[in-house]
């Protein structure tokens, strides 16, 4: 059984008569890359505060690493990009993460180097902050989130300011520390196309409320183009679809809808055979859909920003 690192229950964040969180029930597994997808507004940085113990919740509970209570010691173990990190602009990569190390009690003074190398930020040298680029400084900040090698990575849209080459890299980064270190990392961003080829689990998050938790393969099913299917017999069109239609490549739904991967382009062959064999189709459409296609119908069709 998987050990829940993080999980929150019916969660709420209210502003006077504004409701930034409504109930939220959320679960994040060891070793997982945990997707947080929301348009802006919807409540993804206000989450990602409460769980970091920057803002604290109006109701519900959260629990980090099995435990409810006086979470400042299971806060210890996180690691977050919530907000940029106040950074020395006069000092060096190496000098700001020292004075982090020293403030954090870390006693390990090799882990700085260790970390510049991870986060490509070893070749700075001499270099001040004040010089530093966006990127670089999103990998610094990166940097001291991943100082004290922290069991839970907490990082809220950390590809801005990246060019392709350093969303490459984290990407690979975050693949790596999850795999090899089961470092469990939730990671908010708005480029879907980006959270899709790293995260293994899905969290959607519209006006304040989850809609949905989804795992990576569960998710791929779902836009995985098909033919989606739903007849007044299942068994029968089981049995055409396999003999008469020699399609093998399906799969029966709890909701008794068929979906069929294969011959997309023959749904009126597909309709007509099972109509020949006395069978009613109730709905028979190709579906499929990239993941910002997906969270649009999720939310009723609104455009996602």
């Known amino acids: ?54 803002a604290f919740q109006s109701s519900g509970m959260v629990t980090l690493f099995g435990k409810t209570g006086n979470l400042r010691y299971e806060r210890a173990k996180i690691g977050c990009t919530v907000e940029m990190p106040a950074l020395y602009k006069d000092m060096t990569a190496k000098q700001n993460l020292e004075i982090q190390r020293v403030q954090r009690g870390i006693p390990d003074k090799k882990c ?90 899905y969290g959607f998050l519209h006006n304040g409320k989850l809609l949905k938790q989804i795992t990576a393969m569960e998710l791929s099913q779902e836009c995985k183009r098909h033919v989606k299917l739903k007849t007044d017999n299942t068994e029968q069109t089981v049995i055409v679809l396999e003999e008469q239609l020699k399609i093998k490549n399906f799969s029966i739904q709890p909701d008794n809808f068929i979906r069929v991967y294969e011959k ?35 939310i009723g069709g609104g455009k996602y920003v």
């Open 1 to 54: 059984m998987s050990e829940i690192i993080c999980q929150t229950t019916e969660l709420c964040k209210k502003y006077k008569n504004f409701h930034v969180l409504q109930n939220i029930d959320l679960s994040i597994n060891r070793g997982e890359i945990y997707g947080l997808v929301g348009e802006n507004g919807a409540g993804k940085s206000t989450l990602i505060r409460i769980l970091t113990g920057l």
């Open 112 to 201: 700085i180097s260790k970390t510049l190398e991870l986060t490509g930020l070893d070749n700075t040298k001499k270099k001040k902050v004040n010089d530093f680029s966006l990127g670089m400084k999103q990998r610094l900040a990166l940097a001291v989130a991943l100082l004290g090698e922290p069991e839970f990575l907490i990082l809220d849209e950390p590809v801005n300011g990246l060019d392709p080459t350093g969303i490459i890299e984290l990407r690979e980064l975050l693949k790596r520390l999850s795999k090899e270190n089961h470092v469990t990392v939730l990671i908010s961003s708005h480029i879907l196309s980006e959270l899709n080829q790293l995260a293994t689990c």
């Open 264 to 298: 997309l382009d023959e749904t009126h062959t597909i309709s007509k055979t099972l109509s020949s064999n006395g069978i009613v189709v109730e709905e028979i459409s190709v579906q499929g859909e990239e993941l910002e296609t997906y969270f649009e119908n999720l």
